[in-house]
């Protein structure tokens, strides 16, 4: 039977690690429940590693990755839903997307996410000298959103605040997501994991992979 209870699925996770199997989350909005089940998760591996004080900078980059994610996918029922009149136009699209970074109208978001079947998976898979972090959004991104997201993630490499990146490399177009990516690099590199380690895939299809591959040794 399926856990049914908080207290059951710490359960279900704590095992798991214990096992060293790989953890799963579905998402459709940003919840509180999802967000303190993958503390706990993420904590236990830490911990089982000797590695906690990875914790804050890790979870905080795959809070960033869900959140873009989540974005992802209003974005998509936005211009399903006629909200968004012009696609190409960018600042709309900001504007738009921004209007509804909100709680209330996020969740309202995460039901109509899974009416139309657009989840946000995180996998933890614990290894025994890493842990691969995978953050997959079942929608696809175009060839040339994948190579200007993987060119600002190389940009930011070359910062140690956030607050510097932006400053000289302004986007008003990013819709928070490229701020996303920076604000990963730059976390990683906080704790000494290179920005190589982050990457970004897709099949141009039916998926987008954001991966984080955090070393344990």
């Known amino acids: 039977m399926a856990p049914t209870t908080s207290q059951d699925i710490l359960h279900e996770i704590l095992s798991a690690i214990n096992k060293n199997q790989e953890v799963v989350f579905v998402s459709y909005s940003i919840l509180d429940e999802t967000e303190k089940n993958i503390q706990y998760a993420l904590s236990k591996i830490l911990e089982k590693h000797n590695k906690s004080d990875l914790y804050t900078p890790v979870y905080s980059s795959i809070k960033e990755l869900i959140a873009n994610a989540v974005k992802a996918n209003a974005k998509y029922i936005l211009i399903e839903?006629?909200?968004?009149?012009?696609?190409?136009?960018?600042?709309?699209?900001?504007?738009?997307?921004?209007?509804?970074?909100?709680?209330?109208?996020?969740?309202?978001?995460?039901?109509?996410?899974?009416?139309?079947?657009?989840?946000?998976?995180?996998?933890?898979?614990?290894?025994?000298?890493?842990?691969?972090?995978?953050?997959?959004?079942?929608?696809?991104?175009?060839?040339?959103?994948?190579?200007?997201?993987?060119?600002?993630?190389?940009?930011?490499?070359?910062?140690?605040?956030?607050?510097?990146?932006?400053?000289?490399?302004?986007?008003?177009?990013?819709?928070?997501?490229?701020?996303?990516?920076?604000?990963?690099?730059?976390?990683?590199?906080?704790?000494?994991?290179?920005?190589?380690?982050?990457?970004l895939y897709t099949d141009f299809k039916t998926k987008t992979i954001a991966r984080i591959i955090v070393p344990l040794m």
């Not at 909200?83 to 960018?90: L, R, T």
């Not at 614990?126 to 940009?155: G, S």
Request: hydrophobic share 35%; glycine share 6%.
């Open 81 to 199: 839903e006629g909200e968004i009149k012009n696609p190409d136009d960018i600042m709309e699209v900001v504007t738009k997307v921004r209007n509804i970074l909100n709680e209330e109208s996020l969740l309202i978001y995460g039901i109509k996410a899974k009416q139309y079947g657009l989840s946000t998976r995180i996998y933890l898979k614990p290894q025994p000298t890493r842990i691969t972090i995978d953050v997959i959004n079942n929608l696809p991104v175009t060839r040339k959103e994948l190579e200007r997201m993987r060119e600002r993630i190389e940009r930011s490499s070359n910062y140690d605040s956030i607050a510097d990146f932006y400053l000289e490399n302004p986007d008003p177009a990013a819709e928070g997501m490229g701020l996303g990516l920076s604000m990963v690099v730059v976390l990683l590199k906080s704790v000494g994991i290179p920005y190589t380690n982050f990457t």
